[in-house]
Structures are given as structure tokens and as C-alpha cells.
């Protein structure tokens, strides 16, 4: 088959197992290149379906945001992660982590997520299990102890 016939398979391959869902170019690429198609069929294919808007990494980065919120927060950094993880092209993924608040207002989101709104009671005893989870999300100490400052001060 000739280059371009490829390319064309390659294409519909990709459409039937996007579907309706939401899919970024990372993981369709793989996916082509594990069906067989060679890398550059696959690139090919990629590209032509991000150009026609059937791929869209910014679309796919909402669908990982999205997990990442609330109780499920996590640092600028770890979302960066999480979208190269996906699929996520470098470029898009570095837009969308520029265009997030910064760690310390999302930090004092994950406690109020998962601690509520500060009553007004002490909290200084509980401090360790503040920046324990904050630790697990991928936020630095300093960013930890800034945003604790801030839910205490609510």
C-alpha cells in the first residue's frame, strides 16, 4: 500500500476508537502505533485530526483538570505530570498549567475540600495532617504551611 493509502487507514482506525469520546494526540498516536501502523502514519494521522479539530489536547487537558479538582486537587507541577501522562502535548500542556491559580490558592481549595471551612477552632495541633496531605498532591512544604496559614485565618 502506498504512503498515503496508510495514512487514510490510519485515520479511520483512529475515528472508529475516538467515537464520541474525548482522546489526546499522545494516546491516540500509541494507540495507532500499537495497531501496527508505523510511526509516521501515525504522526500523520495525528496531525491531520488535530487539524480538523477531531483531536483536541486542549479538550482532552478540561477531561484531566476536571478529575483533579476539589478533594482530588494537586499542584501545578503534578498536573503538568498528569497531562504529559495522558497524552497531553508539551506546548498545551504548559498553556493550560500557566493559566491555573497558583498552588497557594489551590492548596487552601484542597483543604477546604477535604477539612471544610475553618470554624473558627484551634487548628494548630492538626497543622501536620494539613501539610501530610498537601505533601501527597505534590505541594511543597512552604506552599503547604502558606496555604495552612491561610484556612486558619478564614
Not at 498536573?79 to 497558583?102: F, M, N, P, Q
Not at 496555604?147 to 486558619?152: D, E, T
Request: charged share 30%; aromatic share 8%; with cysteine.
Amino acid at each position: 500500500m502506498s504512503d498515503s493509502s496508510k495514512s487514510s487507514e490510519a485515520i479511520t482506525c483512529a475515528i472508529r476508537h475516538i467515537g464520541t469520546g474525548i482522546y489526546s494526540s499522545g494516546k491516540i498516536r500509541i494507540y495507532l502505533i500499537q495497531k501496527g501502523y508505523s510511526e509516521d502514519d501515525a504522526e500523520c494521522a495525528v496531525r491531520h485530526l488535530t487539524d480538523t479539530g477531531y483531536i483536541d489536547d486542549m479538550r482532552a487537558s478540561r477531561k484531566v483538570l476536571a478529575a483533579r479538582s476539589g478533594r482530588k486537587q494537586e499542584s501545578r507541577q503534578y498536573i503538568y505530570w498528569r497531562l504529559l501522562e495522558a497524552g497531553i502535548d508539551s506546548d498545551c500542556a504548559d498553556k493550560v498549567v500557566s493559566s491555573l491559580a497558583s498552588d497557594k490558592d489551590t492548596c487552601l481549595s484542597l483543604y477546604v475540600a477535604n477539612f471544610g471551612n475553618n470554624s473558627g477552632e484551634d487548628m494548630s495541633d492538626r497543622e501536620d495532617e494539613f501539610i501530610k496531605l498537601a505533601g501527597l498532591r505534590g505541594y511543597d512544604l512552604e506552599t503547604a504551611r502558606a496555604a495552612f496559614r491561610l484556612y486558619v485565618e478564614q
